[in-house]
């Protein structure tokens, strides 16, 4: 597990040292977030995607065992907010994000260094199934709590424009549809991927806060708890509830188990969140990541 997590703790660090020693132009991540967000990570994800196969039983039990414990966790998520009236509309719809999203940079990365290939596919299976449902749980959250009136179909826009959304459904599409796969198109595609596991992980780092002024101590913790601990917990009770097969049930609790996604900031940033909340969730859970998402294959050990 260390030689999986280390290597990409230590891009993240690349990315914190950069940043804190100004070895590049301030200018460099904001430009390299558009770049990774808008056209490297969907790349990643159509690709990814397009070479999964959608018939198999374990389709349908790896839906069952990320989508319902992601959707218990949102409502979960949502009910601890209801006591908090004095929380600004903006910091609600980080803590949703931070409860539900997963870093898919750290999933591919680790998942490929840790796993088999088979498993590893299984992981990218599972967020191939669940990132169109926590993008679309985000989107809704920041728009309605984002200070401006809540159209329909202002909502409707921002789904229909998620460069995640459309890459995973296309995707999907491309490998339900049986199309080829033309290799001077993929091997395009898998370039640009790559690039965004590395270009992802730094600008991760660059994001990282390191000062506790103006933070949410209970927030930030309430939400890393649901994220890195009850999530993985759930989907494990839900694996041997439902008797899931061994390889799901593991790919299924390793992708619960994953921090919250540097993607949450950009949105939340272009969406009127709370990005101090935001960062400071990204980093509490990244660096929590290395000791928490080894538990999530421990879970189903403990509940049996």
């Known amino acids: 597990m260390v030689n999986a997590i280390l290597p990409v703790l230590l891009i993240i660090a690349l990315g914190v040292a950069i940043r804190r020693f100004g070895w590049l132009p301030e200018a460099f991540f904001p430009s390299i977030e558009k770049f990774s967000y808008n056209i490297c990570f969907p790349a990643l994800l159509l690709s990814g995607t397009a070479r999964l196969s959608f018939q198999s039983a374990q389709v349908g039990e790896l839906a069952l065992a990320t989508v319902l414990p992601t959707l218990l966790v949102t409502v979960v998520a949502l009910l601890a907010l209801l006591p908090a009236r004095d929380m600004p509309d903006a910091a609600r719809s980080s803590v949703v994000q931070g409860a539900v999203r997963p870093n898919t940079y750290f999933g591919i990365a680790v998942s490929a260094l840790l796993f088999t290939p088979a498993t590893a596919a299984l992981v990218m299976l599972a967020l191939a199934l669940c990132l169109p449902l926590v993008n679309v749980i985000s989107v809704i959250a920041l728009s309605w709590w984002s200070g401006v009136p809540t159209q329909p179909a202002r909502i409707a826009r921002n789904l229909a424009t998620n460069p995640i959304i459309l890459s995973t459904l296309a ?134």
């Open 171 to 304: 995707g999907v599409i491309w490998s339900v549809a049986g199309l080829p796969l033309p290799a001077p198109l993929f091997n395009t595609l898998d370039i640009l991927g790559k690039a965004a596991l590395c270009l992802g992980l730094i600008c991760v780092g660059s994001g990282l806060v390191f000062s506790l002024q103006g933070l949410r101590p209970l927030a930030l913790g309430t939400t890393s708890i649901l994220k890195l601990l009850v999530l993985p917990l759930l989907a494990a009770k839900v694996c041997l509830l439902f008797a899931v097969s061994a390889p799901v049930a593991l790919a299924a609790c390793f992708y619960c188990a994953l921090p919250t996604a540097p993607n949450a900031y950009i949105m939340a940033k272009q969406m009127g969140g709370d990005t101090r909340l935001m960062a400071a969730l990204i980093t509490v859970q990244t660096l929590l990541a290395a000791l928490t998402v080894p538990l999530g294959g421990q879970f189903l050990q403990w509940l049996r």
